[in-house]
């Protein structure tokens, strides 16, 4: 800690003046540790150390049938891995939070742009657009169950009898839809900073030069809201890895498991009693969350640079 | 602007809300407000009964709603409280210490923003801690999964506030917990709001991490409860009843962001674009 910058401007130390009382550097007098020490406290205990845990637990035989606790080396993932589930987890998940970031980021975008200007018309609707963020996913999930049941309101309203739910390819699609129309709102308020951050002599240079809407949209502004799409990428994707609600609401993973993310996955398992086998795909989960998101982040910081 | 784009636009925004959102909060008020034999089969019709009272007393009564309300408050509120006091005093730390050490501890605290909690571990952590189905095991689930956020968006807000009014009050003779009581939690203000609203959104309407901690029974929130009232073999198709409940858990959060508007737009954007 000797190397702990000084960082009193008004009073340079004067030579052989006391850095510090007694012998603590200033920085340990001013802004001591032990501020930190109960948030990192709770997180260590709480968020750092399960997740250790779970790099012990889905090598054992942890489970509702049995008391102890044995060592069983790769007996759970061989299982995971052996009756499908694991890759059709993986798969599963991927394949959701890519549709999902697309979704709830195309939304937000076109909203943003829409409800650009700052009238009392364009306020309005912004709060109308945030509304799905604080209606509950599980609620949502039930909303667009009602609306989407073979027997629901949207058949209802077309004549039409499409199980949209039903469908072991394209329901997936549809419960990524639902995911992007819950969270677009929070998607549309970070565009809107990012474009109210576009300093205006920038647009206006770019209509004297004779660039059309387009021409500015894709020269000027996209560039320029490259740090809002850095993080409503990261933030959509990571999310939506971790989804469990509206799946829960609206398929349960079914058809024929074709929605089954991880969380899905760990629940039911875990509802059986089979707790090292859930925690082995939790452990997976970790893995992937992190194999994507440290080329994501490292990728998108680069970009922001070279725009 | 072209005239196309003048007119065509307000058009174009109240027809994207009365399909987006118009829809489905339609049908959510007009459901809970039917008698079950009209709501088996979902849809826009306007109630042929009304009886939104008698919907919306069941939904209480038969969903412990009032007991599920004071659950969520109880889980809810205390969570919120630590994850900004604890989150406070870290920010601080982390946003005004500079070694490796403090980076190095500031990198692991923010690093709850991406990786997805081991909700599987926690159980077993919790039961051997005493702590599975009970509140304060809910309390330290919550504020170590939302620590990350809180720290996060302080840390940077810290940063931008001048040191000089922090050193004023220390030549005054102020000691450190002073200034942080007396001086900087105060000028948190508005990321608190935004600090707030984003951990209730998650905390308000969580499911998942409530189902492995609290179970259900005596203690399940109000999430909680909504699922075994729409998951009840018996209720199958109530759907009066689910969308009755689903209005009243919604009001608090809606009722919170009409408060809060203008502070909780400006706070989660200006977190965000760094």
């Not at chain 1, 090598?59 to 069983?72: G, L, P």
């Not at chain 1, 899905?264 to 989960?285: C, D, E, K, N, P």
């Not at chain 2, 189905?133 to 999964?145: H, K, L, Q």
């Amino acid at each position: 800690m000797a190397d702990t910058v000084v960082r009193t401007r008004r009073q340079p130390a004067a030579p052989g003046a006391p850095k510090g009382v007694g012998r603590l550097p200033r920085a340990a007098v001013h802004h001591p540790w032990w501020f930190a020490l109960p948030a990192i406290a709770v997180f260590a205990g709480f968020f750092l150390v399960p997740n250790l845990l779970n790099f012990y637990y889905p090598f054992t035989d942890w489970s509702s049938y049995h008391a102890d606790i044995a060592f069983t080396g790769l007996d759970n993932l061989r299982t995971i891995a052996e009756d499908g589930s694991l890759l059709r987890a993986i798969r599963t998940t991927l394949v959701y939070a890519l549709l999902a970031a697309v979704f709830q980021n195309g939304f937000g975008l076109v909203l943003a742009l829409l409800l650009e200007d700052d009238s009392r018309f364009n306020r309005f609707f912004r709060a109308v657009f945030f509304l799905p963020v604080l209606i509950s996913a599980l609620a949502t999930g039930y909303v667009f169950r009602a609306l989407l049941d073979q027997d629901g309101a949207v058949n209802s309203v077309l004549g039409t009898d499409v199980p949209w739910l039903g469908s072991t390819t394209w329901t997936l699609v549809i419960v990524t839809l639902i995911h992007g129309w819950k969270w677009m709102g929070l998607s549309m308020l970070i565009y809107l900073a990012g474009l109210k951050g576009i300093p205006h002599d920038m647009l206006e240079a770019a209509r004297i030069d004779g660039a059309g809407p387009w021409r500015t949209f894709w020269s000027v502004r996209w560039p320029m809201l490259a740090p809002a799409v850095t993080f409503n990428v990261t933030t959509a994707l990571i999310g939506s890895m971790n989804t469990f609600d509206i799946v829960q609401a609206t398929t349960g993973g079914g058809p024929a498991a074709s929605t089954e993310v991880f969380n899905i996955y760990m629940f039911r398992i875990f509802g059986q009693g089979l707790y090292a086998q859930a925690s082995a795909m939790s452990l997976v989960l970790f893995l992937v969350v992190v194999a994507v998101a440290i080329p994501l982040v490292v990728g998108l910081r680069r970009r922001e640079q070279m725009l | 602007m072209t005239p196309v784009w003048r007119y065509g636009r307000p058009a174009l925004v109240l027809l994207l809300a009365g399909l987006a959102v118009g829809v489905p909060l339609w049908l959510v008020a007009v459901t809970s407000a039917k008698p079950q034999a009209e709501a088996i089969r979902p849809n826009l019709d306007p109630p042929g009964h009304w009886q939104p009272a008698a919907n919306y007393a069941d939904a209480v009564s038969e969903g412990e709603m009032l007991r599920g309300l004071l659950n969520s408050l109880l889980v809810v509120v205390p969570s919120v409280v630590l994850v900004l006091i604890l989150g406070a005093g870290a920010a601080w730390v982390f946003a005004r210490r500079k070694s490796r050490l403090v980076s190095a501890a500031y990198a692991v605290c923010i690093s709850g923003l991406l990786l997805p909690p081991a909700v599987i571990t926690i159980v077993m952590e919790l039961r051997q801690l005493g702590l599975a189905n009970s509140r304060p095991g809910m309390i330290a689930v919550y504020t170590g999964m939302y620590l990350s956020t809180s720290i996060f968006f302080m840390t940077g807000f810290i940063r931008a506030i001048p040191l000089e009014l922090e050193e004023a009050a220390r030549m005054d003779g102020a000691t450190p917990s002073r200034i942080f009581w007396r001086i900087v939690l105060p000028l948190l203000r508005p990321v608190v709001a935004t600090a707030t609203i984003m951990v209730m959104l998650y905390a308000w309407s969580d499911v998942f991490y409530a189902f492995f901690v609290l179970g259900g029974g005596d203690r399940a929130t109000l999430p909680l409860n909504l699922y075994q009232v729409a998951s009840a073999q018996l209720y199958l198709e109530n759907w009066h009843l689910v969308f009755a409940y689903v209005v009243v858990m919604s009001l608090p959060m809606v009722a919170v962001f009409l408060v809060g508007q203008r502070k909780i737009v400006s706070g989660i954007t200006s977190g965000a674009v760094k």
